[in-house]
């Protein structure tokens, strides 16, 4: 980046991560070096740290609406993702071995899926509409017998379309009810809300979700702490074995800093949440109608109104997201593209490649998202705009020249 060019950074990647918030950190200060004892020891300062976890734990099953055995912590996203899929399947193999997910799930989803198939696990992906919600009729055709779990994610990270939750927990319960004599648990219902817990609805009760999770680095919170909410009879299977913290589910010593943490950054989004989710709703929309207003040949992926309030998600035909990316860059403009590269091969984004629309390589390879966060307003936005359709006429130009070569 060039130093000269830029005052300060325009971050508009919080889908990736987020800044921990300063009452956050002001929170864990105390629990590295003072309240630093073993919450399974039995002297004063074991004790203290129990305190701590039990105090976050009850504070995080309040905003959950669930009870405080409910609460599972982990070590991130990934690992409650994977303790959800990993542990339903080997827990209830027995009992079946299909699973349904949908085709846009977060690769801590994706990736323990094809594990399992090639443990004999037999996994439907959900196809999706072109605006990237679940098709409901199909996944009520979808479940069987033997299936043992569904994991929808309730919103997505790269095009953050919402999925109907709750509608999808009473297409699996009237399933439920159906099958009554053979089976009552069965399929079991988790959903991956790392994006959504900032925004929507977190009741557990409301969404009927049997499994949930969510993570401190997309709320303002630390980073490698997570909860799997796992509601109370359900059993799992854990991926790590030890000393049997958290309800023999997930050993190791308690991560205390990073557990109050996250019931602090927790507290904190929900308390925000009515305001910052019409402040940012109008923001984006504002954002959204300016682009494709501004420059020739954008288009929108995802839903228009079903979508996080701070996604935008636009492709820009004729340009490679990377490149735009990188000039933003040079403006100290932080934006992410839904295609991950690496050096050998340019693998298109497998969420927009779902939306199943024309052209969808081009449309992946030239999407760029933007997303929103508190410390985002219309004067950055606006900045944005301003050097934006510059950029993309530099880049289009660019590739015409080469193009005539
Ligand atoms: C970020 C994210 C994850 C992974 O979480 P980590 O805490 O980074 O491990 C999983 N699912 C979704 C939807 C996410 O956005």
Redesign the pocket.
């Known amino acids: 980046m060039d130093k000269n060019k830029i005052k300060k950074i325009i971050y508009m990647d919080y889908?990736?991560?987020t800044p921990v918030a300063i009452e956050v950190k002001k929170e864990m200060e105390k629990y590295w070096s003072k309240i630093y004892g073993n919450p399974s020891s039995l002297h004063s300062l074991g004790r203290m740290a129990r305190e701590a976890i039990d105090n976050a734990r009850s504070r995080i099953a309040k905003i959950l609406n669930c009870g405080t055995d409910e609460v599972i912590f982990t070590?991130?996203?990934?690992?409650?993702?994977n303790l959800a899929i990993f542990g339903v399947a080997h827990k209830y193999k027995d009992y079946g071995k299909h699973i349904i997910v949908s085709k846009i799930?977060?690769?801590?989803?994706l990736r323990p899926c094809e594990v399992l198939e090639k443990e004999g696990f037999e996994i439907t992906y959900l196809d999706i509409d072109k605006d990237g919600i679940v098709n409901l009729e199909k996944l009520a055709k979808s479940l069987r017998k033997d299936t043992i779990l569904v994991s929808i994610?309730?919103?997505?990270?790269e095009i953050g379309t919402i999925q109907p939750i709750s509608e999808i927990a009473k297409i699996i319960s009237d399933f439920k009810f159906r099958m009554q004599n053979e089976r009552k648990t069965l399929p079991l219902f988790h959903t991956?809300?790392?994006?959504?817990a900032g925004f929507l609805d977190l009741n557990v009760k409301n969404l009927g979700v049997d499994l949930m999770?969510l993570?401190?680095?997309?709320i303002y919170g630390p980073?490698?702490?997570?909860i799997l909410y796992k509601k109370s009879g359900v059993k799992l299977e854990p991926l790590i074995y030890g000393g049997g913290q958290e309800f023999n589910l997930r050993s190791g010593t308690e991560n205390l800093p990073l557990i109050v943490g996250l019931a602090k950054a927790l507290e904190l989004v929900e308390k925000n949440k009515k305001f910052e989710v019409k402040r940012l709703t109008k923001l984006r929309d504002y954002f959204i109608k300016k682009i494709l207003k501004l420059i020739p040949q954008s288009i929108l992926n995802g839903h228009a109104i079903k979508r996080l309030p701070n996604n935008i998600n636009v492709s820009i035909l004729g340009v490679e997201g990377e490149s735009v990316i990188l000039m933003l860059d040079d403006y100290g403009i932080c934006a992410s593209t839904g295609s991950a590269c690496n050096s050998k091969s340019l693998e298109p984004s497998h969420v927009i490649m779902a939306l199943g629309k024309a052209e969808a390589k081009e449309i992946a390879h030239s999407s760029i998202r933007f997303t929103l966060g508190k410390f985002t307003n219309k004067k950055e936005i606006n900045y944005v705009l301003k050097v934006l359709p510059g950029i993309i006429e530099r880049l289009r130009s660019i590739s015409a020249i080469t193009a005539k070569k």
């Not at 994610?153 to 990270?157: D, F, I, L």
């Not at 980073?223 to 997570?226: D, E, G, H, T």
């Open positions: 889908a990736a991560t070590a991130g996203g990934t690992e409650s993702d799930e977060h690769h801590a989803i994610m309730y919103a997505n990270n991956d809300a790392c994006q959504a999770t993570n401190g680095s997309k980073k490698q702490i997570a």
